[in-house]
């Protein structure tokens, strides 16, 4: 991958940058949005000349399809500044292929890489004085396909509108997380879309995730559909557990996101010498772990809030406290991961992908 632009964009910028207008240090997760965003549009069986424009309300049938059965998907990925200035994005490349991936689940037509890679390369240089250096800044990058086509016969779309367009963020999470294991709702099932960032697949959580607030729960671990015995993911993100000095955490599968930073952490884990255990994780032995005090630590993996922390699970109504840790796995693959993204160490993977602006 090159950060040389081949692809023709067709760009109008903005007429007055809007940056001055925003507060930095209290922005609220993906709420703001830089000045310009990319679309490109699929009409007559073809990807048609990519577009930035100023970031702008959508003009759209109100019979498109996207309403009514929900076919869209998305991505989620981070820019990065240095202190030097200089942009990066981590594993770009995953998530183009990601959205591909997902995009074919869902019967839409897959977006051609150079497009996704001339459009994000070309927004960055753009938008880039939008990404703050510092701990915990980055610019959260939303690309996304929606079914444009109206009509509400449902069958899959003959348009569609792809677009890429950009927040500027801190932390995900302020505070600490507490969860609650799934024992009646599910996030996804054997041949369904859970391996997907499929839109609905995330609307379809915000009920359960609403009954588990009002018990005081940030998000809920989900179990498989089938006998809610096996923990698979935790809220919008992959799941880890340590037992003792050991990782554990779900495989990929039909119903589980394969997360650039579940992949990540993995390959920085094992590197580092710890024992990362890739298996189905039953409730009753973290239960068990939990009872016995072997388990050390449960945390969320993803792309917006990186590794979140949890500090106690519920199951059967009974709340379960995790140890207090010095050096903790969760600090410590953090500290690993986000020093390649910030341009702080050496980045021996080859993940660190620089925009030259
Ligand atoms: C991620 O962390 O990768 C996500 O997709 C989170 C997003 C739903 C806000």
């Not at 009514?68 to 989620?76: D, I, L, P, R, T």
């Amino acid at each position: 991958m090159s950060t040389n632009i081949s692809t023709k964009i067709d760009i109008q910028k903005i007429a007055k940058s809007r940056i001055s207008e925003v507060d930095f240090e209290n922005l609220v997760f993906g709420s703001t949005f830089t000045d310009h965003m990319f679309e490109c549009d699929f009409v007559d069986g073809e990807w048609q000349t990519p577009k930035i424009r100023p970031y702008q309300p959508l003009v759209m049938e109100p019979s498109s399809k996207v309403f009514h059965y929900g076919q869209a998907v998305f991505e989620g990925m981070k820019a990065y500044k240095d202190e030097d200035g200089k942009v990066f994005l981590f594993r770009p490349d995953q998530n183009q292929k990601r959205i591909n991936i997902s995009a074919k689940r869902l019967a839409i037509p897959e977006f051609p890489e150079e497009y996704f890679m001339d459009g994000l390369i070309t927004l960055m240089k753009m938008d880039h004085e939008w990404i703050k250096p510092g701990e915990g800044n980055s610019l959260y990058i939303r690309p996304f396909v929606m079914a444009t086509e109206p009509g509400v016969v449902a069958s899959r779309s003959n348009n569609y509108k792809f677009m890429i367009i950009c927040s500027p963020v801190k932390p995900y999470y302020k505070g600490e997380v507490k969860v609650e294991i799934a024992q009646k709702f599910s996030r996804a099932a054997d041949g369904g879309v859970g391996y997907a960032k499929a839109a609905g697949n995330y609307g379809a959580q915000f009920y359960p995730t609403k009954l588990a607030i009002e018990k005081g729960y940030q998000q809920v671990i989900w179990t498989d559909a089938s006998t809610h015995s096996f923990l698979e993911e935790a809220g919008t993100m992959n799941v880890f557990f340590r037992v003792n000095d050991t990782l554990l955490t779900a495989p990929i599968s039909d119903r589980i996101l394969d997360g650039v930073t579940r992949k990540s952490l993995i390959q920085i884990a094992k590197d580092q010498g710890i024992p990362v255990e890739e298996r189905r994780v039953t409730v009753k032995e973290i239960v068990a772990a939990a009872q016995d005090g072997t388990l050390k630590e449960i945390f969320g993996a993803g792309t917006a809030a990186v590794i979140s922390p949890i500090i106690a699970f519920a199951y059967d109504e009974i709340e379960y406290d995790l140890p207090k840790l010095e050096n903790s796995y969760a600090q410590q693959l953090k500290k690993y991961v986000t020093d390649i993204q910030y341009n702080r160490s050496e980045d021996p993977y080859g993940w660190r992908f620089e925009v030259k602006i």
